[in-house]
């Protein structure tokens, strides 16, 4: 998920009014962010803290209206629910490993397709894709 710089400029207003300010505000919670993922075991920190300030970035116009807080507190709950959520695909990755040996079969013209389609996307896009079709594709 990618933000557009009108989104991002709403983002710093929401920081503070200032725009010094709020850029240094910014970088204080994203440092705090990628702090906070490292902490709790996550090789890919920085992404997460990233995918963290976009999920509040898109919510920004509904959080604008009824949060009073310091901005910091609600982008560390969001990262809260993050660290919860990768928690959970590692569980259900670990739950379901089957280890079985059969002859490795040629990839379809398909599978080599979506492969290299895979591979050309960044890994936020692909890891969302991909735990589509773990999570709910199968349904």
Same mark, same amino acid.
């Given at each position: 998920?990618?933000?557009?710089?009108?989104?991002?400029?709403?983002?710093?207003?929401?920081?503070?009014?200032?725009?010094?300010?709020?850029?240094?505000?910014?970088?204080? =919670? &994203?440092?705090?962010?990628?702090?906070?993922? /490292?902490?709790?075991?996550?090789?890919? !920190?920085?992404?997460?803290?990233? @995918?963290?300030?976009?999920?509040?970035?898109?919510?920004?116009?509904? =959080? &604008?209206?009824?949060?009073?807080?310091?901005? /910091?507190?609600?982008?560390?709950?969001? !990262?809260?629910?993050?660290?919860? @959520?990768?928690?959970?695909?590692?569980?259900?990755?670990?739950?379901?490993?089957?280890?079985?040996?059969?002859?490795?079969?040629e990839p379809s013209?398909?599978?080599?397709?979506?492969?290299?389609?895979?591979?050309?996307?960044?890994?936020?896009?692909?890891?969302?894709?991909?735990?589509y079709y773990l999570?709910?594709?199968?349904?």
């Amino acid at each position: 998920m990618t933000i557009t710089k009108e989104q991002f400029d709403s983002l710093l207003s929401w920081l503070n009014a200032d725009r010094e300010i709020a850029g240094k505000s910014y970088e204080t =919670i &994203r440092s705090s962010l990628v702090k906070t993922f /490292a902490l709790n075991g996550f090789n890919d !920190a920085e992404d997460l803290a990233d @995918e963290t300030i976009n999920r509040v970035t898109m919510r920004l116009k509904d =959080i &604008r209206m009824g949060y009073i807080n310091e901005p /910091a507190y609600y982008f560390h709950g969001v !990262a809260r629910n993050v660290v919860r @959520e990768r928690r959970r695909r590692r569980e259900i990755s670990a739950e379901h490993v089957e280890i079985s040996v059969e002859p490795k079969a040629e990839p379809s013209e398909e599978s080599v397709c979506l492969g290299h389609c895979l591979r050309r996307l960044p890994a936020s896009k692909r890891d969302l894709i991909l735990d589509y079709y773990l999570y709910e594709g199968h349904r």
